[in-house]
């Protein structure tokens, strides 16, 4: 009887001891992989701090800005998270291209306004000097310059990109088709040419030069007929440019309208203030013939479907 008792109890302790050994292992095994779990975490959560945005840089004149810059910008942002954009100083333009049209603070004011636009830096250099691509990798965090597909040369023949070529930093957008700066001042000037010398044959210098299309154009462009754009975006572009936002059901719904020619700071600026008198902006612009026929039998220096470009890249709500 002795001998049985004395059997049970050390199996007894045995079944306690095994059973506490497997709690102990449980225990530690959970806290292996809780601790596992721990540091996965919190390596994921130093990734994602680490993660930053990819900020692009995007420089320009954007004299006489018109769609083409716009959806250059469009463009360029589709390359990064946030778009920085150097607007090149008067004294530059004049030194590489000639005095602009356009002032510096009314440019910023330009290019500010553009919704894919998140930083702009003024006084921006023509061409990228080492110098001043340190200062944009170190400075102002960007990881690529982008410029369009179109040659942009110095006086001097050289690239003005090539040093962020050859850092690898660099990203190319193409470039929009059928509508340049120059192309807008050849219009004007073909304006002031059919009101006041119609008849007069001393143009004729005038008329080559952007009646028959000249190949030293900047932008590129028709060489063929007269400089007039025959640039049409597709609805696919348009839709591209809108916010697809409409109004909402209680929304104040503010009306403005006007032919947008030459789409400038003051535009910008009454857009600004219409919007800030409702929730939602309504733009009506007018058609080419309701122009000419208030305004005289002129040439417009864009059609409708330039201005209506012109004012679809801003930030507010326009239908």
Not at 43 to 71: A, Q, T, W
Not at 208 to 216: D, E, I, M, T, Y
Not at 254 to 260: S, W
């Amino acid at each position: 009887m002795g001998s049985d008792l004395g059997s049970s109890s050390s199996c007894s302790n045995s079944s306690s001891r095994l059973i506490a050994t497997v709690f102990v292992g449980i225990v530690v095994l959970g806290g292996f992989l809780y601790l596992g779990a721990l540091g996965q975490l919190s390596c994921l959560i130093k990734m994602k701090k680490k993660k930053r945005p990819i900020r692009v840089y995007m420089d320009g004149c954007f004299d006489m800005m018109h769609y083409g810059h716009c959806n250059a910008l469009r463009q360029a942002r589709a390359l990064g998270d946030q778009l920085v954009v150097g607007v090149v100083s008067d004294a530059e333009i004049t030194l590489n291209k000639g005095p602009p049209v356009t002032p510096l603070h009314e440019r910023m004011i330009m290019v500010s306004a553009v919704k894919w636009v998140d930083e702009v830096i003024p006084d921006a250099p023509y061409a990228i000097t080492e110098e001043f691509m340190k200062k944009l990798f170190n400075e102002y965090k960007i990881d690529y310059i982008i410029h369009g597909d179109d040659p942009c040369l110095l006086p001097d023949g050289s690239d003005a990109y090539a040093l962020a070529k050859k850092a690898g930093r660099y990203k190319q957008i193409k470039r929009t088709e059928g509508v340049s700066s120059t192309d807008i001042v050849g219009r004007m000037l073909l304006c002031v040419r059919d009101r006041s010398v119609s008849d007069n044959h001393n143009h004729s210098s005038l008329q080559r030069q952007f009646s028959h299309g000249n190949q030293k154009i900047e932008d590129g462009g028709s060489g063929s007929g007269t400089r007039i754009s025959h640039f049409l975006p597709t609805s696919r572009r348009i839709v591209q440019f809108s916010n697809g936002k409409g109004p909402g059901p209680d929304a104040r719904i503010v009306y403005i309208d006007g032919a947008f020619d030459l789409f400038h700071a003051g535009h910008v600026e009454i857009l600004r203030q219409a919007r800030g008198l409702g929730d939602f902006l309504l733009v009506g612009i007018h058609t080419d013939q309701t122009v000419s026929t208030v305004k005289g039998r002129i040439k417009l220096a864009r059609g409708k479907i330039g201005a209506y470009a012109s004012y679809k890249e801003e930030s507010w709500d326009i239908g």
